[in-house]
């Protein structure tokens, strides 16, 4: 049999998947634990998710360096020693904090996880906040922010989140550099001793894990005290928009970094998946309209790309692209041109289709391991989205049509609600 190169081979659209489903367990503290068990390595994935994120700071970059600071120092341990016992069961340790929670992740073998429980309840509990450590890890936050600053397209991120939220919304807040130098050993602590120690957590386990995991999981952080009182949180507001566009200039930069878009949403609004295909075919794909138009046909950028950051409380829209300081202009007015094309001309049949299998294929690929599996999940979970949200992604991206995504550009992309922000020059 001849194989004739000139025609695509047959595919099958995906319509439809089937996840494994999530047996839900409560410990003796009535701390919840999510279970997805997927036997096809005998490794694990042991995730902490607190509220404990930069909306629930007092001192701006606590919440950051008090994650960070767990694995630090105990009253046992040092930071050398804590290391060397992860090191020893070949686990490893993840710390990180968001706008809204932050996590403690540890991957170990199945059959070491009761070795490595004893040190995760030891940093939940017991961190000692070393005043050396923390001198560390500013100086390294410090010289990566320096950095950061000098690059445009980093501080066009920051304008941008600040004109969106405010500087002081933790959705608008970024790490600033004197922050990070006036922040204390005591502002780290007070931190921790608020908004984490004894606070109630969710615990999501992913990979080769059985009841046995789970009743171990229960000796060690089963049997902490959960506080009852609630946590303060920020009670602030957004600020008033005055809806001019930034220019923060650079002489010396032959570059400038663009950033437009606007807030948005949650996962949770009714136009979300119109929104969501909208974006794909504006920007959210590298054969999206903004990269053949922008990049392919103009020449004016190595990329660019849409997309759709989504929060616990809120959301936004983001275009962002990196182009040569005299291009500029010419690269605002194209994207402004293929949002007013996707606003009065209907997307073709063809393309849509194209766009909505990729988008399904991207959201198979994205469930190939147990704990890409669980990531997934802690939308449902954490944001209280409709148990069927995963299991229905792919129905409700397929029955978007050409008239719904004209309504969405339309209404969502009117040029008179868009932000701009540009660094470098125009």
């Known amino acids: 049999m001849t194989l004739n190169r000139t025609q695509s081979p047959d595919f099958q659209a995906i319509q439809e998947i089937q996840l ?50 767990l694995s630090e120092g105990t009253p046992s341990r040092s930071s050398a020693q804590i290391n060397e016992y992860i090191d020893r069961y070949g686990a490893f340790l993840e710390l990180s904090s968001g706008p809204d929670r ?72 970024s790490q600033r550099p004197e922050a990070v130098e006036n922040l204390t050993r005591q502002g780290v602590a007070d931190f921790f001793e ?38 303060p949180s920020f009670a ?20 400038s970094s663009i950033r437009v878009g606007r807030r948005l949403f949650t996962r949770s609004h009714p136009d979300f998946f119109k929104m969501l295909v909208t974006n794909e075919v504006l920007g ?58 996707l606003q009065t001309e209907p997307v073709s049949t063809d393309e849509l289709e194209t766009v909505q299998n990729y988008m399904a294929g991207e959201f198979v690929g994205s469930l190939n391991t147990p704990f890409e599996i669980a990531d997934r999940y802690k939308v449902i979970l954490l944001d209280a989205m409709p148990t069927d949200f995963l299991t229905t992604y792919i129905q409700k991206v397929r029955a978007i049509t050409p008239t719904d995504i004209m309504e969405t550009a339309t209404h969502y992309l009117a040029t008179d609600s868009l932000r701009e922000v540009v660094v470098g020059g125009k």
């Open 20 to 69: 494994p489903a999530v047996q839900f367990h409560r410990l003796d503290n009535g701390i919840p634990l999510h279970l997805i068990a997927v036997s096809q390595q005998p490794v694990l994935r042991l995730e902490c998710v607190f509220n404990a994120g930069t909306w629930y700071e007092q001192v701006p970059g606590s919440a950051f360096f008090a994650m960070k600071m």
């Open 102 to 173: 932050a996590n403690v992740v540890i991957y170990c073998l199945t059959k070491f996880l009761p070795d490595v429980l004893p040190l995760l309840r030891e940093m939940l509990t017991e961190p000692t906040f070393p005043q050396k450590e923390l001198d560390d890890l500013r100086n390294i936050t410090l010289q990566n922010l320096r950095v950061n600053y000098e690059k445009n397209a980093y501080l066009a991120g920051v304008i941008f989140r600040e004109k969106l939220f405010g500087a002081d919304h933790p959705y608008g807040r």
């Open 236 to 255: 602030g507001t957004l600020p008033l928009d005055d809806h001019l566009p930034v220019l923060a200039e650079k002489p010396d930069s032959i570059q």
């Open 284 to 341: 959210g794909y590298f054969g999206s309209r903004l990269m053949k138009n922008i990049r392919e046909e103009k020449g004016l950028t190595y990329g660019i790309s849409s997309n759709m950051p989504s929060f616990q409380r809120d959301g936004y829209f983001l275009i962002g692209t990196d182009v040569n300081k005299d291009n500029t202009q010419q690269t605002l007015d194209e994207i402004r041109k293929e949002i007013r094309i």
């Open 194 to 231: 608020r908004v984490i120690r004894n606070r109630p957590f969710q615990v999501i386990l992913a990979g080769h894990a059985t009841e046995n995991e789970v009743l171990a999981i229960n000796r060690e952080l089963g049997q902490l005290p959960v506080r009852t009182d609630i946590l």
